[in-house]
Structure formats: structure tokens, C-alpha cells
């Protein structure tokens, strides 16, 4: 196999300051002891040791090299938990897990400390509240009334508001509700306040029958979940109108289509999927993890301009290299729970994805928002899962497939390693590390100031645009300094055409493109795709709906929109300028 070449990757100024703020190793008097370069060697080191129980001291070595270039190549990066806990005591490597929430006080309690013992690791946790009974219902114990989940839901908030992840940051959930729960318009409205349940996103679990009842002004039963009785009936249209006005309001609930993940289960005799992680790009069996890796695109982009195209043969190439990565994770990680070491044993799931789409878009000279964009998209999703796909094939004749796999499966007849192979996660931090845009989203702003690190103000100008401008013979300085106070380069006179385009914001990408984007990627992707549909602040809650039915009609799994402004002290801000 052929070597990647390594060009160092350059790490910014941001880069520099979130790696020292919470990835890099610190001694026992908290002074940094690691370089940038001696964190990649660390995690190569200790991932590629899973080699040595399959190929002994030669291959582990082997692949340690490859490994460590992948990363200080900027090639690829694997999710913040293996960055961080690689190679040190603490050993949890995965970003994401999902845990069961059962109808008793054991049950609920028991999952409360065991999210405690992931989250301090530094994994996120998902989890589905559908199987709480309603508030008001019978406690027999007791003779009481029950809280209900959005009650309950609360206790998790605040023991996450509590850990700390090893001082880093803090913890991120998922809680899950299903449409036909007795308690959907209260799960729906409950962050609303703006204090309520601010580690949680929301994800209300829809059925196609639902949506379909939506579009044609049925009512749907309500059903209780201990019995299984219909207890109620509610508008279907009403409903979804309440989730849409919801999300205008406050970006929370996004929603979950249960038959979509159903369909892509790949192993429906396990149970059925009722969750995902917090960023909803994995659906999760109860006790399941998934480990992240992210190839960056904007690095495998040979040629400029209009000359520019996709490096296919890297990208497949590095693809399999990061799916051999991933599956060793699985090997070394340390699980904080039992249950949890067993789930990940049984399905081996992992999520190779990409970040750099809009920063590979704007090098190949191809506006974000253009049927071209989505065309490629699509190109590199099916390189992506292919490339995946043949890997994991290649590691089940080298160490044998998941345990849970069987011939004829959903899988098919070839052996496969990995139950799942591919997700797109949001890389918030880790495009920051990369330089690169984050995930498969366009650039937010091309300057813009981010709130990070506990409320430090960073500002950012876009590198790629102050040289497209130089190139247009636009004085970038100037032209920089516009778009700061405006926020974007639409709103400033005088620009041309083809910067102008090529330079689209995420704002100005309307929401149908996003969800073409979004759509194009999820084809191929078997895991979900992390995505946010962005609307500017004149949208309305029925603007909202209309995303949330068009993301039903083209087969997504999950869907979650943003208006701009409906949140306090949001992560990225627009515009520099006061
Ligand atoms: P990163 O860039 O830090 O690797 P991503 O933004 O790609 O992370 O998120 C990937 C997944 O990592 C999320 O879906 C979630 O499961 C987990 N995650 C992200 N941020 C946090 C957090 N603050 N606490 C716990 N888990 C998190």
C-alpha cells in the first residue's frame, strides 16, 4: 500500500488554544506536556496497540505509522474522547452512547448514575423517555401520581449541569419521546422557558403514520406505555404545528423518523431503535456506543479553481485506512459499564464521516447552494460508504465479522465487521482542530465572532475568502472589514457575482438546498446524518413545518432547524463588529 504523503497540517491560533484548553495531556502540577504532534503519536500509539492481538509487534508498528500521519497529516481525526483519553488511565474512547430508561424507580435512578459514569468519561448519552408512564398516572407502590418524563427528564439535567467531563467540558443529551406518548405536547414545549433541560436536545420519535396523518388532517391515538391502551386521540396536523412552532421559537424539538431508522436497523432481532446520540447522527439499541472519524475533505481536493476535483483514490484510500482505526478503538477502549462493553462487542458499530465539505465546495470553485453541490455530495457520500463498506469486508476476513451478524441478514451474505459503518457528526470541535468548516454544514459567516472555552470571545476571518478577494483585486482588508459589520457578503454592495456565490453563508442557503444536501449525504450513509436546516430570523413556525414535512418525504432519519436569533448566547454569532 502506498504511503500518505504527510504535509503537516497547520494548526491555527484557535486550534492551538482549544488543544491546550482541554486536549492536551497536562502533568501533576496542570502544566501542558504534550505538543500537538506528541497527541497524535499518543493515540496512534495506544489504537494501533488493539493490532497487536490480531497481527502481533510488526503490524501494530505498521499501523501505528499510518495512524499517527492520518492525523498530523489533517487527513483525518477521530472523535474528542479518543483524543483526549487515548493512551491515558481514563481509556474511554467513544463519543457516543445510548442508555435504557425502564418504568421503575430503579430503573430511572439506575440510568441517572450509569449517564453520570459515561459522562464523566466524556461520552454524550441518548436516551428514550417513551417508556415512562404519563404524569398524573397510578403509582401502585404508593397510590401517588406519577412525575411523568419531562419531570424526570429534569433529574438528568441537573445531575449533567453537575459533571464535569475530567474538568473539560460538560456533558451533552439526547432525550427521545414518541409522537403517540400522553405526554408529547408537554415534552414538546419544554424548553420553551429558555432555563429548562439546557443539556438535553429534544427529538420528538415520529411514524410515518403519523406524518402521513399530519398531511391528510387525521387524528392519531395516544397510547400508554405500560398498558399499551389508547387513551386519547390528538390532531396529527395540530401536533406537528406545535413541534414546528416549538423549534421556530427555541430550535428544540427536533424530530426522529422511527420507520426510516427502522428500515436501516441492521440488526432488527437485537430490539428496535428508539434513540440516538445527542447530535443525532447515530440511532442507537439501548447500551450501544458508536465510534466517530471524520476524513476532511478540503485536504483530499486536488488542483484550484475550476480545474479542481476530488482526489476519489485518496479519499477511498484513507477511508479504509480510518475504518481499520476505528474498529481497533473498539478493541482498546475501557467501557465505564459492563453492559456496555457487551453491546459494543456484539454490533462494533462505528460512524466514519467527513468535515471540510463547504471549504472542498468553495476550492473546487462550486457555490454551496447549486444543484452542482449536491451532485458532488452525493459523489462523496457514495465514495465514502463504498470505500467503508470494502474495508469492513476486508477486516471480517482478517478477524472475523460482528458477533450479531448472520448470513442473510439485513447485510446481505458477505461478512461484514462493523454493523455500521459511516455517520456524519456535526465536528464542532474537532473541524476547529482541523481548520475546516465543521461537518457537511456550509460556513456560518466569513467572519464571525465564537463564543468558546467558557465565554471567551474568538474572531474569525475566513483565510479562503480574504485570498479569493486578493484574487478578484478586491482590497480584502476593506472588503473584510464589510462583511464583519454585516455579517455577510450578500448584504455588502459591489461584490461580484462569483464570489459572491461561491462565498454563500449558511443563511443564505435555503432551507430546501440544505435539505437536498442533507438527503444526498443520508443515501448513503448508514448511520444518520448531523445537519442543521439554518433560517433566518423572518422565518415562520409554518416555514418550519414545511421543513419538517419535506425531510419526512425525502427519507431522512432525523431532522433539526435553527432559526437564527431564537436562541440566548448562542455558540456562533454573526458578524464581528458591536
Ligand atoms: P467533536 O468535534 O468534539 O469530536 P462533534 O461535534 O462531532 O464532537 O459531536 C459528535 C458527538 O460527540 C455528539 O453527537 C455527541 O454524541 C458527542 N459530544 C459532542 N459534544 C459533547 C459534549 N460536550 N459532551 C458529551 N458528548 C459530546
Given at each position: 500500500m502506498e504511503e500518505v504523503p504527510v504535509k503537516p497540517l497547520h494548526i491555527s491560533e484557535n486550534a492551538r488554544r482549544v488543544l491546550e484548553a482541554r486536549y492536551l495531556r497536562r502533568d501533576a502540577r496542570g502544566r501542558i506536556a504534550e505538543s500537538p504532534e506528541d497527541l497524535f503519536a499518543r493515540v496512534a500509539r495506544a489504537v494501533a496497540g488493539a493490532e497487536l492481538r490480531f497481527g502481533g509487534p510488526g503490524a501494530a508498528a505498521r499501523w501505528e505509522g499510518r495512524f499517527r500521519r492520518l492525523m498530523t497529516g489533517g487527513y483525518f481525526l477521530p472523535n474528542s474522547p479518543t483524543l483526549m483519553n487515548a493512551g491515558t488511565a481514563l481509556g474511554q474512547l467513544s463519543a457516543c452512547f445510548v442508555l435504557p430508561v425502564p418504568d421503575t424507580m430503579e430503573g430511572i435512578f439506575g440510568a441517572v448514575r450509569d449517564m453520570a459514569l459515561v459522562q464523566r468519561t466524556g461520552g454524550g448519552t441518548g436516551f428514550s423517555f417513551s417508556r415512562l408512564r404519563p404524569a398524573?398516572?397510578?403509582?401502585?407502590?404508593?397510590g401517588g401520581a406519577a412525575s411523568g418524563p419531562v419531570s424526570f427528564m429534569k433529574i438528568f439535567d441537573c445531575a449533567t449541569e453537575n459533571i464535569r467531563q475530567g474538568g473539560k467540558r460538560r456533558g451533552a443529551n439526547m432525550g427521545v419521546l414518541r409522537?403517540?406518548?400522553?405526554?408529547v405536547l408537554a415534552f414538546v414545549r419544554a424548553k420553551l422557558d429558555g432555563v429548562s433541560l439546557q443539556n438535553f436536545n429534544l427529538s420528538v420519535g415520529v411514524t410515518d403514520a403519523f406524518m402521513e396523518a399530519a398531511a391528510a388532517g387525521r387524528t392519531y391515538p395516544l397510547v400508554?406505555?405500560?398498558?399499551?391502551?389508547?387513551v386519547g386521540r390528538l390532531d396529527a396536523a395540530e401536533v406537528l404545528a406545535a413541534m414546528a412552532e416549538a423549534a421556530w421559537a427555541c430550535g428544540d424539538p427536533g424530530l426522529l423518523f422511527l420507520d426510516a431508522v427502522a428500515r436501516a436497523n441492521p440488526v432488527p432481532e437485537l430490539g428496535p431503535i428508539e434513540a440516538t446520540n445527542p447530535c443525532g447522527e447515530v440511532p442507537l439499541l439501548p447500551y450501544e456506543s458508536c465510534n466517530l472519524g471524520s476524513l476532511n475533505l478540503a485536504r483530499l481536493v486536488r488542483g484550484d479553481g475550476t480545474g479542481a476535483r476530488l482526489d476519489r483514490r485518496r479519499l477511498r484510500r484513507l477511508a479504509a485506512e480510518a475504518v481499520r482505526f476505528l474498529d481497533d478503538v473498539i478493541e482498546v477502549c475501557r467501557y465505564p459499564l459492563q453492559p456496555l462493553a457487551e453491546a459494543a462487542a456484539a454490533t462494533r458499530k462505528i460512524g466514519l464521516g467527513v468535515m471540510g465539505f463547504a471549504e472542498m465546495l468553495v476550492r473546487m470553485g462550486i457555490?454551496?447552494?447549486s444543484d452542482e453541490a449536491v451532485a458532488v455530495a452525493g459523489d462523496v457520500a457514495r465514495e465514502l460508504a463504498e470505500a467503508a463498506l470494502a474495508a469492513s469486508r476486508e477486516l471480517a476476513r482478517e478477524r472475523g465479522p460482528y458477533p450479531a451478524w448472520r448470513r442473510g441478514?439485513?447485510?446481505?451474505?458477505v461478512p461484514v465487521r462493523n454493523a455500521t459503518r459511516t455517520a456524519i457528526a456535526p465536528t464542532g470541535t474537532l473541524g476547529i482542530i482541523a481548520g475546516t468548516s465543521a461537518g457537511i454544514e456550509p460556513f456560518f459567516a466569513l467572519a464571525y465572532r465564537r463564543r468558546a472555552l467558557d465565554g471567551e470571545i474568538l474572531t474569525e476571518v475566513n483565510p479562503l475568502f480574504e485570498a479569493a478577494a486578493r484574487a478578484h483585486g478586491l482590497d480584502p482588508r476593506r472588503l473584510v472589514e464589510d462583511v464583519r459589520r454585516r455579517g455577510r457578503l450578500s448584504a455588502v454592495p459591489d461584490v461580484p457575482e462569483t464570489l459572491r456565490s461561491r462565498f454563500v453563508t449558511a443563511l443564505e442557503v435555503p432551507p430546501e438546498r440544505h435539505l437536498a444536501v442533507q438527503a444526498a449525504f443520508q443515501r448513503h450513509v448508514d448511520n444518520s446524518v448531523s445537519k442543521t436546516v439554518n433560517l433566518p430570523p423572518a422565518a415562520t413556525p409554518a416555514d418550519v413545518a414545511a421543513v419538517f414535512r419535506r425531510a419526512w418525504e425525502l427519507g431522512l432519519k432525523g431532522i433539526t432547524v435553527y432559526r437564527y436569533?431564537?436562541?440566548?448566547?448562542?455558540v456562533l454569532e454573526l458578524g464581528a463588529g458591536d
Open positions: 398524573g398516572d397510578l403509582v401502585a407502590s404508593t409522537v403517540d406518548h400522553p405526554d400508554h406505555p405500560r398498558t399499551g391502551e389508547r457555490s454551496y447552494d441478514g439485513p447485510a446481505g451474505d436569533g431564537s436562541k440566548a448566547g448562542q
